[in-house]
Nanobody, 124 residues
Framework: QVQLVESGGGLVQAGGSLRLSCAASGRTFSIYGTGWFRQAPGKEREFVAA???????YYADSVKGRSTISRDNAKNTVYLQMNSLKPDDTAVYYCATSRSNSPYYARQGEYDYWGQGAKVTVSS
């Protein structure tokens, strides 16, 4: 089992920045990749970014160039730095971990464990 706890959400003005954290505990040695997803009100959950054990990173087009996913292995923590935030970025952000080296990093079904979510609200 892997336990995930997100933090860093909150209210920010458009154009501002926010850094989300995802701290993992438990069987962290089994983690191959970590992804961030988000769910806006009334919408389906969607992929945001992912980082693999190799260090490879992937981003959704909607956040590419504005966001950076990174990790601190010593702290078993993955971060999502988001800049130039827009009201459309308002959502609950979830981190998730995968034990698989599947290339389908954007598919929710590839992830085994999920955090409880961190709410991000971007005001205009």
């Amino acid at each position: 089992q892997v336990q995930l706890v997100e933090s860093g959400g909150g209210l920010v003005q458009a154009g501002g920045s926010l850094r989300l954290s995802c701290a993992a505990s438990g069987r962290t040695f089994s983690i191959y990749g970590t992804g961030w997803f988000r769910q806006a009100p009334g919408k389906e959950r969607e992929f945001v970014a992912a980082i693999r054990w190799s260090g490879s990173t992937y981003y959704a087009d909607s956040v590419k160039g504005r966001s950076t996913i990174s990790r601190d292995n010593a702290k078993n923590t993955v971060y999502l730095q988001m800049n130039s935030l827009k009201p459309d970025d308002t959502a609950v952000y979830y981190c998730a971990t995968s034990r698989s080296n599947s290339p389908y990093y954007a598919r929710q079904g590839e992830y085994d464990y999920w955090g409880q979510g961190a709410k991000v609200t971007v005001s205009s």
